[in-house]
């Protein structure tokens, strides 16, 4: 059975940092490629990062050069460091493990909350 917990959300003032983690289970983590979306309030799920198997990374335009995802596949983890929150960054954070195109497992969510 796959399982996905996410942990490292919080209440952070803006201009704040948190880092997310996700740890997987029941899965060859390694192989797959992870991805951190979320849900601000009242808005669909949206992408936020990826990290492929090869560890390319790709990023949305709204959180470029303020987050950062990485892997430890040692570690079966996969991180997403947020730097200079803001109030817009106020969601739930999901992460995603993706093998091809039919194969994805998703985690509970984590809330993340940046106060102004």
């Known amino acids: 059975q796959v399982q996905l917990v996410e942990s490292g959300g919080g209440l952070v003032q803006a201009g704040g940092s948190l880092r997310l983690s996700c740890a997987g289970s029941g899965l060859t983590f390694s192989i797959y490629d992870m991805g951190w979306f979320r849900e601000g309030p009242g808005k669909e799920r949206d992408f936020v990062a990826r990290i492929r198997s090869n560890s390319s990374t790709y990023y949305a335009d709204t959180v470029k050069g303020r987050f950062t995802i990485s892997r430890d596949n040692a570690k079966n983890t996969v991180y997403l460091q947020m730097n200079g929150l803001k109030p817009e960054d106020t969601a739930v954070y999901h992460c995603?493990?993706?093998?091809?195109?039919?194969?994805?497992?998703w985690g509970q969510g984590t809330q993340v909350t940046v106060s102004s």
């Open positions: 995603e493990a993706r093998l091809g195109a039919t194969t994805n497992y």
